[in-house]
């Protein structure tokens, strides 16, 4: 049943639409196509060993999402079903999930999405994407990696952007974003691993309030009802950015604060002095439901939590996704789990995460995948007013130590810097040579909204390479069982500006 708010979304936004998406199949960003069934928003993940999951957003629900698929782009001779067409309070879209299985490995595969009775409409697009390698297969491959990139244009990342926002805001006449960038250089990776902050949706809020959109500055405090559209079309235009991208290349995300809820854990303006709680977001706008719907993690296949943790193997990698914001377990209070302003999580039992990560450890077979790396939002080492020995690193980086994590990249804070391999705020003496520490790296500088952040006068102890001026995400690359290289793409221009190497014997202290 739709609620009246819906109602009224869809039918104001409906007419809007008529003037500009024309239904001819080319999708206006941000828009309500014609045709409420036109699939849009594409987005791809791995769902276990040989498995994919398709998922994609329309404007009605799909009494059955269906896949047309096969192994040449003229013989798409096998479909997959589901019944997950689900959309959540001001939503003004369904997330479609259509998971494939039996798929051979390392393979590429060819696309479309449709409904019941409609399979192979013409205007359809078709997409390509390639399966996971094997475990164990010891191929080179190259990932993007990067955490806190939102929307770009008019309502984000801007050559004119915010009155208020960041220092070093403005994005440069002639540079391209991240997003251009990421398309540009499609071919040198092979999936994305998104580590928090996903969109910016939730900016609409503090945009407002600084007059992104016309408002008198820190005056005007827009009502819920706008709000809530207008985080929706944030969003939606988003999505509608990213999914070129994420059409055809898996994007394996986890949960940063700015998935939480639609008001950022709270604003002030000069008409709200005290922060804007959750009170202030409809239902449907807290708690990570938008990140909980619009994605369809490997958690299932792993054992973990919804989309909250995870793990999947990669070739020679066996990647894992872990959350910050809540459930850190022994009685640690995520950052912004059950504070005063939002009240988020928790999604697993008692110290599930934890006790899921270490079991997880345990049954990584290194002969497989010698390499394990884990992203996850919130960084403990980082030069700009770095935390005192917060509670995530009191959950996580002990057993990071313990089970030999080669790598673990984290962002929020929005720079980039890499950190020598470090332990409990100890250098490892190996340096990158076969280190027993795991190597941090911290990568929040892919762009939104705000800019980026300046380093503090004096770096964090073990910082070995820090950028703060430049938007941009990483690539890492796995050339071997022992060798690892971590790359910084500049978003501008799409050159390498740093690159830094790690090698690891892998002999295993732990059996
Ligand atoms: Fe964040």
């Known amino acids: ?11 104001l ?16 960003p941000g828009n309500v196509p014609a045709n409420l069934y036109e699939p849009l928003q594409h987005r791809l993940a791995f769902a276990g060993v040989d498995g994919m999951t398709i998922s994609w957003s329309s404007f009605t629900k799909l009494e059955q999402p269906q896949v047309a698929y096969g192994d040449h782009p003229s013989r798409l001779d096998m479909i997959a079903n589901s019944t997950l067409s689900t959309t959540y309070n001001t939503s003004r879209t369904w997330n479609n999930h259509v998971k494939l299985t ?53 309502d984000g990342l801007s050559t004119r952007t915010g009155p208020l926002g960041g220092p070093t805001t403005f994005l440069g006449a002639n540079e391209t974003n991240t ?22 949706a939730d900016y609409f809020l503090k945009e407002s309030i600084q007059g992104l959109f016309g408002t008198d500055n820190k005056s005007v405090l827009p009502d819920r ?47 709200a002095p005290n922060n804007i709680t959750d009170d202030y977001c409809f239902e449907g706008q807290t708690n990570f439901t938008f990140y909980i719907e619009h994605f369809k993690m490997p958690s299932y296949e792993s054992g973990g939590r919804n989309n909250f943790w995870y793990s999947y193997d990669y070739g020679m990698t066996h990647f894992i996704s872990l959350d910050t914001e809540t459930d850190l377990g022994h009685g640690l209070v995520g950052p912004i789990e059950n504070s005063t302003n939002n009240q988020n999580g928790p999604f697993g039992l008692m110290d599930e995460q934890v006790k899921w990560l270490v079991e997880d450890l345990e049954n990584v077979d290194r002969k497989k995948t010698p390499w394990v790396v884990v992203g996850l939002h919130r960084p403990w080492y980082v030069s700009v007013e770095p935390p005192t020995w917060p509670a995530w690193q ?11 994590v080669d790598i673990y990249t984290q962002g929020h804070v929005h720079v980039y810097e890499r950190f020598n391999p470090i332990f409990n705020g100890t250098v490892d003496a190996n340096g990158m040579e076969n280190p027993r520490a795991p190597w941090p790296i911290v990568n929040g500088a892919a762009g939104h909204y705000d800019g980026l952040d300046t380093f503090d006068d004096v770096r964090y102890n073990g910082s070995a390479f820090g ?34 190497t790690l090698y690891k014997e892998h002999k295993f202290h732990k059996k």
């Open 13 to 28: 936004a409906s007419v809007a639409a008529a003037q500009v998406d024309s239904g001819n199949g080319v999708h206006v």
């Open 467 to 500: 950028i703060d001026d430049t938007y941009g995400w990483g690539r890492m690359t796995f050339h071997n069982k022992t060798h690892v290289t971590y790359e910084y793409i500049a978003s501008g221009n799409s050159s390498v500006v740093d690159s830094a």
């Open 179 to 200: 997003i251009q960038s990421l398309l540009q250089m499609k071919d040198t990776y092979e999936f994305i691993g998104h580590y928090g902050d996903i969109g910016y």
């Open 102 to 154: 039996n798929l051979k490995p390392a393979t590429q595969y060819w696309y479309k999405v449709s409904y019941t009775n409609a399979a192979y409409a013409a205007y359809r697009p078709l997409y390509t994407f390639t399966t996971a390698r094997a475990p164990g297969d010891m191929t080179p491959f190259s990932i993007a990696s990067f955490a806190d990139l939102g929307l770009m244009g008019h």
């Open 394 to 404: 009191q959950a996580f980086e002990k057993i990071f130590y313990d089970y030999e």
């Open 1 to 11: 049943m739709l609620s009246l708010l819906k109602l009224a979304v869809l039918g």
């Open 225 to 271: 009802e706008t709000v809530a559209t207008r985080y929706e079309s944030l969003s939606e235009q988003f999505f509608d950015q990213m999914s070129p991208i994420t059409a055809e290349k898996p994007w394996m995300v986890s949960p940063g604060n700015h998935e939480a809820n639609c008001n950022n854990g709270g604003y002030s303006s000069k008409t």
